[in-house]
């Protein structure tokens, strides 16, 4: 089976500049999620999508963060304009939901200079 | 507020002998717990994990206790082994009833280092 596919896996910006994150599920996954890691933290969930619906979003910075899953397939997230504390990984996981485990990808690791 | 807590960066336990790696929380709400193994530059890879309605789960090597009353999970690794080196995080789901989407809420980690 494969896992959960992202790109890039670095990216390095300067601030006010945008960027974008992508990532493909494990087949038949219908639950996506988004999170952040910053250095030394433990991953925060940014965004959750059921199929091509956002389930949960509380914690997405909207004033410069969006993300979206047209066909309830691969998602994107985005950050514009970028600003030096969304220095992170970003890491996409997904799951069947429930109480099934989330399966993570490998993340895009982002520098903002 | 840091809903789950790691108060362990680190931990350095010798081959063959046994890791002990804690977790506390704090809302009494979470009925779902997992943990979680991170090597570097790669992403979080499930574990085991273990429903508020149990107090042990094994698999392995690998054994998840939960002490609901002390809000208070860990996990044993026996024997350790140099390959079980990583960054290991708990994590903690809260119940449907709460009106939460069921989100996985992390930990700060513990680096594991099994010295041969």
């Known amino acids: 089976e494969a896992g959960v596919a992202q790109s890039p896996r670095y990216k390095i910006i300067e601030k006010r500049q945008s960027v974008a994150f992508w990532c493909n599920p494990i087949?038949?996954?219908?639950?996506l999620y988004w999170y952040q890691q910053i250095l030394g933290q433990g991953p925060k969930l940014l965004i959750q999508f059921q199929n091509n619906g956002v389930v949960d979003d509380s914690q997405l910075p909207k004033d410069r963060f969006s993300a979206e899953r047209l066909k309830g397939v691969d998602s994107t997230l985005k950050i514009q304009p970028a600003k030096l504390e969304d220095s992170a990984v970003y890491l996409c996981?997904?799951?069947?939901?429930?109480?099934?485990?989330?399966?993570f990808g490998d993340g895009t690791r982002l520098s903002i200079l | 507020d840091q809903q789950v807590k790691q108060n362990s960066p680190s931990l350095s336990v010798q081959e063959g002998r046994i890791s002990i790696l804690n977790c506390d929380y704090t809302?009494?709400?979470?009925?779902?717990f997992l943990w979680y193994k991170k090597y570097p530059a790669e992403g979080p890879t499930f574990l085991i994990s273990i429903s508020s309605i149990k107090d042990k789960n094994e698999d392995g090597r690998f054994t998840v206790f939960l002490n609901k009353s002390a809000k208070h999970l860990s996990l044993h690794i026996v024997p350790s082994q140099p390959g079980d080196s990583a960054v290991y995080f708990c994590?903690?789901?809260?119940?449907?009833?709460?009106?939460?989407?069921?989100?996985?809420?992390f930990g700060s980690g513990t680096q594991l280092t099994v010295l041969p």
């Open positions: 996981a997904s799951s069947f939901g429930g109480l099934q485990p989330q399966h």
């Open positions: 994590a903690a789901k809260s119940g449907i009833s709460s009106g939460s989407a069921r989100q996985l809420t």
């Open positions: 087949s038949g996954h219908a639950t």
């Open positions: 809302n009494s709400m979470f009925d779902y």
